[in-house]
């Protein structure tokens, strides 16, 4: 099984969101290691519910800043990168009633394929993150900077 650890590779300038990244790989390798020793899925319970926690506050403040991008340039590369954050959060919500995600066979099998994905995200948010650092979009500001976004695809009216 594959650990991923944090590298400077992943580093985007933004400290909320570098640090956050930072901490789901070290939980993501403390649950891949716990995985290897157990095929007991209430061993890792814990360190699952820390990641789970973890995670959904970092995707939704993450998506928050997204939306800030212009939709007429990001717009579905945003949806498509939001749906990935949902795939991990629905996942890891299977995972905490104590049950294995339908699809796969094993514990490490899934996890495998869980944190690859992840990692993939991670290498997503440093092309989408780097673009709302570079266009000075990185902070959240008043509500109506971002109301006009539209999660379902459709542009608002201007
Ligand atoms: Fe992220
Ligand atoms: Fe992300």
Redesign the pocket.
């Known amino acids: 099984m594959r650990t991923m650890v944090w590298s400077e590779h992943f580093a985007l300038g933004h400290d909320r969101i570098d640090r956050e990244h930072r901490r789901l790989l070290e939980l993501s390798a403390q649950i891949e290691a716990r995985a290897e020793t157990t095929t007991d899925l209430d061993d890792i319970l814990p360190l699952c519910r820390d990641f789970f926690r973890l995670l959904v506050a970092?995707?939704f403040y993450?998506e928050q800043l997204?939306r800030k991008l212009p939709r007429d340039r990001f717009g579905s590369h945003v949806d498509e990168?939001c749906r990935?954050?949902a795939r991990l959060i629905k996942q890891a919500q299977t995972v905490l009633t104590g049950q294995v995600p339908s699809g796969f066979e094993s514990l490490q099998g899934f996890f495998g394929a869980y944190f690859e994905l992840m990692h993939d995200?991670?290498v997503?948010?440093t092309e989408?993150?780097g673009s709302l650092i570079r266009e000075g979009y990185h902070r959240l500001g008043a509500p109506e900077v971002y109301a006009n976004w539209r999660p379902d695809g459709a542009a608002s009216p201007v």
Request: contains cysteine.
């Open positions: 970092h995707c993450e997204l990168h990935g954050h995200l991670l997503d948010d989408l993150v």
